[in-house]
């Protein structure tokens, strides 16, 4: 169980502008800004919960995981996190988490992955048999056995980021924060990443917690989205329930031939060229299929594509809306 | 390569164990950096030796300490520099400060000052490892009284091993305020280049502290500076023994204990502030 209530964060940033004049002034006096990274934050989150935590860039995602991770002290609010205040009980606290920061690596340089798993393993006092039925488990999973043998420099990106979320689970965390995790990854590693998340959610009932600017990761792991901006939180429910806002309306592409397009209220013609047509649908005033009629009828169809809004542009348009 | 055994130790010390160990065997992959160092190490001693050679027949009755005491001390002090060369800091501590790695530290149930600690302590053991056998080895060859001479009986050799382990503690301990301070300041060049002149001058590390004038080396014998390696070289060849030797080694105690207990302060309270950089 998370509960963060109120959570508070200002960050001081010193400025100055270009040159050497300003550059020397400020060896005397600084100029700050107070940047609120966060304001005002507050969810719950229950046990086994799978959450997309999103927002723009700069909007306060990190700061709010580091916060529960125990990593960054709030100037006020509450957060509490299975009866423990993170910053307060950070040992007890960060035994129980796990966490894959997407842009930076826990497993050393030079040595083995393997050698990286053993250390984690004695950091967190994991027992033989336990690490043994653990480690097999997610060597199966993640598909690493071919790979926890090598230096992790010599890893591609997307063997890497496998070998960090093995990493972050050896002492099975009862909540998972993930920041970033398929930054930069293929597509097979994406996929890959993305079924193993959601199947450590089913079996283990692990708490997932997101952070993405990838909407896939967001569509197929999680079921409720948090939406962040400028350090508040805008929105906050279950994914579908935010697809159904958006879906009043539908777009149709088509080739044809011979004829025009039938002018009937509830479709527009966002485009036309005379043989390729893009036409948007109206759902509250004609049904797809009455609109598909409506079209065959006065014109020779020769492909057609139906499209509904993608959770990417349902986003951007959340965005918009709440200018962020 | 043999593992240690670590399934004796209990449970709160095996993570800091372990993590000595991975910091140790990562050390040891870097072998050609070893093999260039000792080569650079020996002809330093050696121009060292010379130099001092020069200066003692110039007038031999001015000379602060014994000949062969003093070849004892530079060896000693090339074998063993990768131990207390103060201007050796982890890159990687200081990368995880300005880039946000300290995260990922700070999510692990450790005390980041034991780890940090601990890391500062591997890397340097396992340089020292590679480099210093064979300085040493070439060095007990070495005609009297150029190269190194045994200890200067038991007991000599008894309190050289543990004022070796105090000064190499100690001097750990005053590099952990480096890169506490990191956390403040974010670019510790400023601070690393001050503390380094003055920890070199002042530890003997360029001119050893018995040829400093009488005074000054009277004080700079119970500073922090005097008890990292010139403590435990100077009874290593016999220059201090009996009482003195003791009172050293005191000096070295107080001196840990202070420094490791500023540093853990210092520490929490940066930590209490601390904003990892980066998204």
Same mark, same amino acid.
């Given at each position: 169980?998370?509960?963060?209530?109120?959570?508070?964060?200002?960050?001081?940033?010193?400025?100055?502008? #270009?040159?050497?004049?300003? /550059?020397?002034?400020?060896?005397?006096?600084?100029?700050?800004?107070?940047?609120?990274?966060?304001?005002? +934050?507050?969810?719950?989150?229950?046990?086994?919960?799978?959450?997309?935590?999103?927002?723009?860039?700069?909007?306060?995602?990190?700061?709010?995981?580091?916060?529960?991770?125990?990593?960054?002290?709030?100037?006020?609010?509450?957060?509490?996190?299975?009866?423990?205040?993170?910053?307060?009980?950070?040992?007890?606290?960060?035994?129980?988490?796990? /966490? +894959?920061?997407?842009?930076?690596?826990?497993?050393?340089?030079?040595?083995?992955?393997?050698?990286?798993?053993?250390?984690?393993?004695?950091?967190?006092?994991?027992?033989?048999?336990?690490?043994?039925?653990?480690?097999?488990?997610? +060597?199966?999973?993640?598909?690493?056995?071919?790979?926890?043998?090598?230096?992790?420099?010599?890893?591609?990106?997307?063997?890497?980021?496998?070998?960090?979320?093995?990493?972050?689970?050896?002492?099975?965390?009862?909540?998972?924060?993930?920041?970033?995790?398929?930054?930069?990854?293929?597509? +097979?590693?994406?996929?890959?990443?993305?079924?193993?998340?959601?199947?450590?959610?089913?079996?283990?009932?692990?708490?997932?917690?997101?952070?993405?600017?990838?909407?896939?990761?967001?569509?197929?792991?999680?079921?409720?989205?948090?939406?962040?901006?400028?350090?508040?939180?805008?929105?906050?429910?279950?994914?579908?329930?935010?697809?159904?806002?958006?879906?009043?309306?539908?777009?149709?592409?088509?080739?044809?031939?011979?004829?025009?397009?039938?002018?009937?209220?509830?479709?527009?013609?966002?485009?036309?060229?005379?043989?390729? #047509?893009?036409?948007?649908?109206?759902?509250?005033?004609?049904?797809?299929?009455?609109?598909?009629?409506?079209?065959?009828?006065?014109?020779?169809?020769?492909?057609?594509?139906?499209?509904?809004?993608?959770?990417?542009?349902?986003?951007?348009?959340?965005?918009?809306?709440?200018?962020? | 390569?043999?593992?240690?055994?670590?399934?004796?130790?209990?449970?709160?010390?095996?993570? *800091?164990?372990?993590?000595?160990?991975?910091?140790?065997?990562?050390?040891?992959? @870097?072998?050609?950096?070893?093999?260039?160092?000792?080569?650079?190490?020996?002809?330093?001693?050696?121009?060292?030796?010379?130099?001092?050679?020069?200066?003692?027949?110039?007038?031999?009755?001015?000379?602060?300490?014994?000949?062969?005491?003093?070849?004892?001390?530079?060896?000693?002090?090339?074998?063993?520099?990768?131990?207390?060369?103060?201007?050796?800091?982890?890159?990687?501590?200081?990368?995880?400060?300005?880039?946000?790695?300290?995260?990922?530290?700070?999510?692990?149930?450790?005390?980041? @000052?034991?780890?940090?600690?601990?890391?500062?302590?591997?890397?340097?053991?396992?340089?020292?490892?590679?480099?210093?056998?064979?300085?040493?080895?070439?060095?007990?060859?070495?005609?009297?009284? *150029?190269?190194?001479?045994?200890?200067?009986?038991?007991?000599?050799?008894?309190?050289?091993?543990?004022?070796?382990?105090?000064?190499?503690?100690?001097?750990?301990?005053?590099?952990?305020?480096? *890169?506490?301070?990191?956390?403040?300041?974010?670019?510790?060049?400023?601070?690393?280049?001050?503390?380094?002149?003055?920890?070199?001058?002042?530890?003997?590390?360029?001119?050893?502290?018995?040829?400093?004038?009488?005074?000054?080396?009277?004080?700079?014998?119970?500073?922090?500076?005097?008890?990292?390696?010139?403590?435990?070289?100077?009874? @290593?060849?016999?220059?201090?023994?009996?009482?003195?030797?003791?009172?050293?080694?005191?000096?070295?105690?107080?001196?840990?204990?202070?420094?490791?207990?500023?540093?853990?302060?210092?520490?929490?309270?940066?930590?209490?502030?601390?904003?990892?950089?980066?998204?």
């Amino acid at each position: 169980m998370i509960e963060l209530n109120g959570v508070c964060k200002t960050f001081k940033v010193a400025k100055r502008n #270009a040159g050497f004049r300003e /550059a020397a002034k400020s060896l005397f006096k600084r100029e700050y800004t107070l940047i609120n990274a966060l304001s005002d +934050v507050s969810f719950k989150i229950g046990d086994g919960e799978t959450v997309g935590y999103i927002g723009p860039n700069g909007a306060g995602k990190s700061s709010t995981i580091k916060v529960m991770c125990g990593v960054l002290v709030p100037d006020s609010g509450e957060c509490v996190i299975d009866g423990l205040v993170p910053w307060r009980k950070r040992k007890e606290h960060v035994r129980r988490i796990g /966490a +894959v920061f997407g842009q930076r690596s826990q497993l050393w340089w030079d040595v083995p992955v393997i050698d990286s798993l053993e250390l984690i393993r004695d950091i967190y006092s994991v027992g033989e048999a336990e690490y043994k039925r653990t480690l097999s488990e997610l +060597v199966e999973l993640l598909d690493i056995k071919d790979i926890i043998k090598t230096p992790a420099r010599q890893l591609s990106l997307g063997q890497r980021m496998r070998c960090e979320i093995a990493a972050s689970l050896i002492h099975s965390p009862k909540t998972l924060f993930l920041d970033e995790p398929t930054i930069g990854l293929d597509a +097979v590693s994406k996929l890959a990443v993305r079924k193993f998340i959601k199947s450590i959610n089913k079996s283990r009932g692990t708490t997932v917690i997101l952070t993405t600017h990838d909407m896939q990761d967001i569509e197929a792991i999680t079921d409720r989205i948090i939406l962040i901006g400028r350090g508040r939180i805008l929105l906050d429910g279950p994914l579908y329930e935010l697809k159904g806002k958006g879906s009043e309306g539908k777009t149709i592409v088509i080739e044809y031939s011979g004829g025009g397009l039938p002018e009937i209220e509830g479709l527009t013609a966002v485009e036309d060229s005379g043989s390729h #047509a893009k036409i948007a649908v109206d759902t509250a005033l004609i049904s797809v299929s009455e609109a598909i009629a409506a079209i065959s009828s006065s014109v020779e169809i020769i492909d057609l594509s139906v499209s509904g809004q993608t959770v990417e542009e349902l986003v951007a348009s959340l965005y918009r809306e709440f200018r962020i | 390569m043999k593992r240690f055994n670590l399934s004796k130790a209990p449970v709160g010390m095996k993570k *800091y164990l372990s993590f000595f160990k991975i910091r140790f065997i990562a050390g040891l992959s @870097y072998r050609s950096a070893a093999w260039a160092g000792v080569f650079t190490q020996f002809g330093w001693g050696f121009m060292t030796v010379l130099m001092f050679k020069a200066f003692y027949e110039s007038s031999p009755e001015s000379f602060p300490i014994l000949f062969s005491s003093l070849s004892s001390y530079i060896w000693l002090q090339q074998a063993l520099l990768a131990m207390f060369m103060f201007w050796f800091f982890d890159g990687e501590i200081f990368d995880s400060i300005t880039s946000g790695g300290i995260a990922y530290e700070l999510c692990r149930p450790c005390g980041l @000052y034991a780890m940090w600690f601990v890391k500062n302590m591997a890397a340097r053991l396992s340089n020292a490892a590679l480099r210093s056998v064979p300085i040493l080895l070439v060095a007990v060859f070495l005609p009297k009284p *150029y190269g190194i001479s045994p200890p200067d009986g038991i007991l000599s050799a008894v309190l050289f091993l543990i004022s070796l382990i105090l000064g190499f503690l100690v001097l750990i301990a005053m590099s952990m305020l480096i *890169y506490i301070s990191a956390i403040y300041t974010l670019s510790s060049a400023g601070v690393r280049i001050l503390a380094t002149s003055a920890v070199e001058f002042l530890s003997g590390a360029i001119i050893p502290i018995p040829f400093f004038p009488d005074g000054l080396r009277a004080v700079i014998e119970l500073t922090p500076f005097a008890a990292m390696q010139s403590t435990p070289f100077l009874i @290593y060849s016999g220059h201090i023994d009996g009482d003195k030797a003791v009172f050293l080694i005191g000096v070295q105690l107080v001196w840990l204990a202070a420094l490791g207990l500023f540093g853990v302060f210092a520490m929490s309270r940066a930590l209490k502030r601390v904003t990892v950089q980066g998204g």
